[in-house]
Every structure is written in structure tokens, then in C-alpha cells.
């Protein structure tokens, strides 16, 4: 008798399953394409001639590369003070929303005390207030502060947040109450439990923390542009970038260096954090 | 070292009571466990020892300290929990250590102290693994490990064993008996496992609806269990509990009435004035012979070195039977009439529960 040509159902399912992976593969690569395809004009472009850019259909790849852009966004844009502003806000921020996030957190996880639920839900609350809405009363609370125009007034109204006190609260929450106990009697008292059990267990949440929190400090523009004034002694890169637009018209490359440059800390922050990002936000989805 | 005192201890919740004005002595060197079915406020009881539960009224005290208002660290006690709780981002070494760390041992001594608690543990070769590279029976032992190095006043254990598989259960419970005896601390040990507290308690107290049904050793609570609820708690299976009235024969003689049959009224107990009292016997006390109770098989249960026979009376009250006969060859359904050996009859209030008096 002839050998059949049957499939067995385990070599059926074997290639349903590839196919599958395929199909995943292809639909991933075409997301990050169209993701990635406005970077990589961004970076083409800030390396082409401005004539270059305005041709149409423009460039998709620099055969003669303007790297001198770089450096002329560096020296006219002022883009390393700028930068230092920057990563002073975006530091003093980070600090503050950790710490007080982790505090709060706590407090609402493990502590019991009064009201704890009504203050809870009006910490969420605040999570339903667009920025936009309390940035006059901060604007002229800092302003009578007398931080206009300093690091105070760039960072004091970021220290603490809704989205981060529910995050921490959610990565205490998993922690079991076992552990609070043991720890309790084997004599670490709240802050010192805090600090050796609770905070090492909640590590990739505190990471995921850190790192929106420096997405969004340092991508800030509306506050930063309100709250300095026109010296450049605080102000950001990102009111720097737009400065740099306005002044070199006839020269998007230059523009477009800047951006580039101001983008390099936080792709370099994504590419140390990316695994623990991940994890925090999954974090508790699944027990 | 030192006793442990509970003086009218009463724990509330809200409206619930878990603890119930509960009178109890453990001696100093002694391990104590506490034993009842979910609920009965055994574990609460334990929680009040370690300060991890406010006591609501009454006096607890370890050794002569009175410590209702020390805060858990201050009470020199180590607790093993049922979940084991160790910190899972510590070593084993560390998460032995942890403790002698906040008492400021020098990192010599402490070392040496981990040693010698691991060792005895049989877990020495453990020390740099993490709590996640270990097995059940490996984690268990770091916990028991964590609280011995401490030589603490009193050890408390919160069903330590309910997460192992029974044959570790088994080898686990001797290790614990074994190490307690050799170090001589008091210890309270929580458990629903009556084999449990059986074999490893000095004495037990036996807990229902936060109050404390009776405390005495094993032996003496598997043979004079002071209430009804007790005799069908301890024993595996239980003892059996049947209706029974008292009455007096024509010769004057005193009997008992169960499941349509007459027995003689046992000796040793006191006569009943209402009549109505409950009448029990172990499985082993009851056989199988040509007159006694009617009643019918309704499951066989062959554990090999004996047989277990579930039988219906006539009016649907269940007993167990058990038989050394390992070769049993009866069957479902079968009519059989079970003989009670009058020697080892209990009676108790068929009201109240308690346990008649002794006398005639």
C-alpha cells in the first residue's frame, strides 16, 4: 500500500500554531513601522539640506549627511543648558512623586486610620482633573511664593500624584499580610519594614513609577512655559526646542537636530527600564 | 522561657465574640495545642499571645508580665505562620538572620547562630537559595528556623503543617516534637487536626464557639472527654453518639434504652432524673455479634490493618464500627447487629452535653 499523505492532527495543530506566530510577527512589525516611521523622517530630515526637506517626495535616505546641524542646534538652540534645566525639574520630580507616592501608598495599604477610604477615593479623584484646569491657581500660587522662574516653582506642584498613590497602594496591596506580621514580630517596626521588606518586593513598580513619571516631567511644555520667564536660567528643552523653531525659520534640519537630541535621555532611560516597565504595568492584572 | 496566662481573655469583633472569657494555663516548657473546628477562635487566641490581636477584656500574661498593651516585638515571642511568610527577596541565611539583625547580634555571633539553627533544620546546604527555589517542606523548615534562632519565650504556630503533603506532615510534626523537647520552649500550636494535636501535644485544649470545651492530655481527653462535643471531635473517626433514656427495670436495676435495644446502666455514672441523656462509644468499643443494635451496612471502608463499617440504625442514626479484621467480609447493605462493650460507655447530659457525673 501506498504511504498516506494524511496529516495527523498534531501536525495540524503544529502548523495552525505557526501560522499564528506568523500572522503576530507581521501585524507587530507593522505597528512599530508605523511608530517608528516619524522618528526615522525626524532623524533623516535634521540630516538633509533644507532644501532637500522641501522636495517633494523628500529624501528617505541622507546620501550626503549634515551632521554639522547637530552641533548648530547644540550652540544656537543653547540645548545644553537647557538640557541641565531639564534634568534638574525632571530629577527633583521623580524624587518627590516616589517618595511620596511610596509613603501614601503605604499608608493607604497597610495603616488603618480614619476616613482612609473617602481620602483614598479623593485621591483618585484627582486623577479626573485635567492639569489644565489648575494651572491658573498654581501659577499664581507659586507666583506669590516668589518661585516664578526657579527650579521651586518648575517642580513643587508635580511632588505628588493620584496616579502614583494608587500604583504604589495596588504593588503594597500584594504584599501578604503574613509578612507584615512575621516582620512585626520579629521587631521592624513600620518604617523599618517599609524599607527592607515592602519597598524590595514593590521594586518593579516603583521603577514603573519612576520612569512615567520622567516621561512626563520631562516632556512638560504649557507649565514650564508659564512658570519661567524669558531668560533662559530654568526653562526646559522642550520651550528651548520650540525657541529654536522660531529663530531658524529657513532651518527645520537644525530644528529637527534639536529634537533629536532632546529625545536621546529619555530613549536611553526606555532601554534601561523596558523590562521593568513592563512588568509594573502588568503588575497585579493577574494573581 | 516562661508560662503563658489567659485570665478571663475575651476577644470582640464588631458584635462577634471570637474568644469567650477563656481560662488557660500553659507551663513553662510545655507545648500546648490548641485544637477545633474553623472559627472556634484558636487561631484569635494565638493572635492575642503575639500582640498581632488587641485583647477586648481579661489578663493575658507571659510568665509573670502582664502584656495586654506590649507591642508583638516587645514580647519575646516567634510565631510560624501558615503561609510560612518568609520574605521572598531575602536568602535563606538572611531571612534566618532577619530577626537577630533588629536585636543587634554582631554579625559573628549571628552567623554562627544561623548555622546551628539551619543545621539542626537539615538546611545548610540551603542558606544562598531564595524562598521561590524552595519546596514546600524546605520553606516550612526556614520558618521554623527563623523562629528558633531567636530562642524566644514562647514559639506560636499557626497550623505550621496544613500546606504539606500528608507523608511530609507526618515527618515534619516529629521534627517539631523533637526539637521543642530538646529546647524546652512553651509553645501554643494551633491546629483543626486532632491526629496533629494527639501526637504532638503535652496537653490539648479543645475550643468551640471561642470558649474552651476542656483542657487535659491526649489520653485523658480520648478517654474522658468532658463533653459530648469533644468525644465526637477527638478520634478518627469520632466517637459514636446515640439518644438514649434511662429507666428501671421491674427487679429494680437500672438500664438504657438506645436504637430499640436495653443495656445496663454503666457503671460509673450518675443516674439522670429527667431520663434523657446521649450515649456514646468508640468504633473500637462496638463489634459486630448475634444480638445488640439492629442496623444495616451502608459503606465499607478498608484502610488495610482494619476496616471501618458504616452502619444505619433503625431509625437513621449512623455509627461506625471498627474491626482489626483486616479480611472483613461483609458487604453494603448487609443486616448486622452491633454489640457495645459496656466497659467503655459514655454518657453525657442529652441537654448540656457535659458529661454525667461519676458515682452511682
Redesign the interface.
Known amino acids: 500500500m501506498p504511504p498516506t499523505d494524511l496529516k495527523t492532527p498534531a501536525t495540524t495543530r503544529k502548523s495552525h500554531r505557526r501560522s499564528r506566530l506568523i500572522l503576530r510577527y507581521v501585524l507587530l512589525t507593522l505597528g512599530a513601522v508605523i511608530v517608528l516611521f516619524p522618528v526615522y523622517v525626524a532623524i533623516v530630515n535634521s540630516l538633509l539640506e533644507p532644501s532637500q526637506i522641501a522636495h517633494q517626495p523628500p529624501p528617505l535616505f541622507p546620501l550626503h549627511p549634515q551632521w554639522n546641524s547637530y552641533s548648530r542646534a547644540w550652540s544656537q538652540g543653547s540645548l545644553g543648558i537647557y538640557l541641565r534645566n531639564s534634568a534638574i525639574q525632571t530629577a527633583l520630580i521623580v524624587t518627590g512623586q516616589v517618595a511620596t507616592s511610596v509613603l501614601a501608598g503605604f499608608a493607604f495599604a497597610f495603616l488603618a486610620f480614619p476616613f482612609k477610604r473617602t481620602l483614598f477615593i479623593t485621591f483618585l479623584a484627582t486623577l479626573m482633573i485635567p492639569f489644565e484646569v489648575t494651572v491658573t491657581t498654581n501659577l499664581s500660587t507659586i507666583t506669590s511664593l516668589g518661585w516664578f522662574n526657579s527650579y521651586a516653582g518648575l517642580a513643587v506642584p508635580f511632588l505628588a500624584t493620584g496616579f502614583g498613590t494608587f500604583l504604589m497602594r495596588q504593588a503594597f496591596l500584594q504584599i501578604?499580610r503574613?509578612?507584615r506580621?512575621?516582620?512585626?514580630?520579629?521587631?521592624?517596626?513600620r518604617l523599618?519594614f517599609l524599607w527592607r521588606?515592602a519597598i524590595?518586593?514593590a521594586r518593579p513598580a516603583i521603577a514603573a513609577l519612576a520612569v512615567f513619571s520622567f516621561l512626563s516631567s520631562w516632556n512638560q511644555y504649557l507649565w514650564p512655559l508659564l512658570a519661567t520667564g524669558n531668560d533662559n536660567s530654568v526653562r526646559t528643552v522642550q520651550i528651548g526646542l520650540k525657541q529654536l523653531l522660531n529663530t531658524q525659520l529657513d532651518q527645520i534640519n537644525v530644528s529637527l537636530a534639536g529634537t533629536v537630541i532632546a529625545v536621546v535621555p529619555l530613549i536611553v532611560l526606555l532601554v534601561i527600564f523596558q523590562k521593568q516597565l513592563v512588568r509594573g504595568l502588568t503588575a497585579g492584572a493577574v494573581k | 522561657m516562661a508560662s503563658v496566662t489567659f485570665s478571663g481573655v475575651t476577644k470582640r469583633f464588631d458584635d462577634v465574640v471570637a474568644v469567650n472569657a477563656l481560662d488557660l494555663e500553659v507551663a513553662d516548657g510545655e507545648l500546648l495545642v490548641l485544637l477545633g473546628p474553623s472559627g472556634c477562635g484558636k487561631t484569635t487566641a494565638l493572635r492575642m499571645v503575639?500582640?498581632?490581636e488587641e485583647v477586648t477584656d481579661g489578663d493575658l500574661a507571659i510568665g509573670d508580665l502582664r502584656v495586654n498593651d506590649l507591642a508583638?516585638?516587645d514580647r519575646d515571642?516567634?510565631?510560624v505562620?501558615?503561609?510560612y511568610?518568609l520574605?521572598?527577596?531575602m536568602t535563606v541565611q538572611r531571612n534566618i538572620e532577619?530577626?537577630l539583625k533588629?536585636?543587634g547580634v554582631a554579625a559573628a555571633e549571628r552567623s554562627s547562630r544561623v548555622l546551628e539553627a539551619a543545621t539542626t533544620l537539615g538546611l545548610d546546604e540551603l542558606l544562598e537559595r531564595k524562598p521561590g527555589q524552595l519546596s514546600g517542606g524546605q520553606r516550612q523548615r526556614v520558618a521554623l528556623a527563623?523562629a528558633i534562632v531567636r530562642a524566644p519565650r514562647v514559639f506560636l504556630m499557626d497550623e505550621p503543617l496544613s500546606n504539606l503533603d500528608a507523608t511530609l506532615r507526618v515527618q515534619t510534626r516529629s521534627d517539631i516534637v523533637a526539637i521543642q523537647r530538646r529546647l524546652g520552649t512553651t509553645t501554643i500550636y494551633v491546629t483543626h487536626d486532632q491526629v496533629e494535636a494527639m501526637t504532638m501535644g503535652h496537653r490539648i485544649a479543645v475550643m468551640r464557639n471561642g470558649a474552651l470545651e476542656q483542657v487535659a492530655s491526649p489520653t485523658d481527653l480520648y478517654d474522658r472527654p468532658a463533653t459530648a462535643f469533644v468525644a465526637s471531635f477527638l478520634g478518627s473517626p469520632g466517637m459514636n453518639l446515640l439518644a438514649a433514656t434511662g429507666f428501671t427495670g421491674h427487679d429494680g436495676t437500672p438500664g438504657l434504652r438506645a436504637a430499640g435495644a436495653e443495656l445496663p446502666w454503666p457503671d460509673g455514672f450518675s443516674r439522670q432524673p429527667s431520663g434523657d441523656v446521649t450515649l456514646g462509644f468508640r468504633p473500637e468499643a462496638a463489634s459486630l455479634g448475634s444480638e445488640g443494635l439492629d442496623a444495616r451496612i451502608i459503606l465499607v471502608e478498608r484502610l488495610g490493618a482494619e476496616t471501618h463499617l458504616i452502619c444505619s440504625l433503625a431509625d437513621g442514626e449512623r455509627v461506625v464500627v471498627r474491626q482489626r479484621d483486616r479480611q472483613s467480609s461483609h458487604q453494603i447493605s448487609d443486616h448486622v447487629r452491633i454489640r457495645i462493650d459496656t466497659d467503655q460507655i459514655h454518657l453525657f447530659d442529652a441537654e448540656s452535653g457535659l458529661r454525667l457525673g461519676e458515682g452511682t
Request: proline share 14%; aromatic share 12%.
Open positions: 501578604p503574613d509578612l506580621e512575621a516582620a512585626e514580630l520579629d521587631g521592624y517596626g523599618a521588606v524590595p518586593l | 503575639a500582640g498581632l508583638p516585638k515571642v516567634a510565631m505562620f501558615q503561609s511568610a520574605y521572598p527577596h532577619f530577626p533588629r536585636q527563623r
